[in-house]
């Protein structure tokens, strides 16, 4: 069955970085199109980042855009998302998913926390 195990989170002043690792089984990795989603305490999950298949192409939302990188190494079914300049309102639990636009699979990780505060 799809497995997905976030990690890398943490507390993080305005302006630090965090590497988020999501390492995946279950479903044919190299084939799946891969994605970061967030929710913040209050809202609603919501498309951060995404990446095609084979990594030549990537979506970001327009609040992380400059700030957020996606990648992935398809020898290690991990995807991975860099986040710089981190501000509160990057607060939220964060999730990895298959899909680039829309959710894959139903079976969702326990996500990350990251938390911005000074």
């Known amino acids: 069955q799809v497995q997905l195990v976030e990690s890398g989170g943490g507390l993080v002043q305005p302006g630090g970085s965090l590497r988020l690792s999501c390492v995946a089984s279950g479903f044919d990795f190299r084939s799946t199109s891969m994605s970061w989603y967030r929710q913040a305490p209050g809202k609603e999950r919501e498309l951060v980042a995404a990446i095609t298949n084979v990594g030549i192409s990537t979506t970001y939302a327009d609040s992380v855009k400059g700030r957020f990188t996606i990648s992935r190494a398809n020898a290690e079914n991990t995807v991975w998302l860099q986040m710089n300049s981190l501000q509160p309102e990057d607060t939220a639990v964060y999730y990895c998913?298959?899909?680039?636009?829309?959710?894959?699979?139903?079976?969702w990780g326990q996500g990350t926390q990251v938390t911005v505060s000074s």
């Open positions: 998913n298959g899909g680039y636009t829309a959710v894959r699979f139903d079976t």
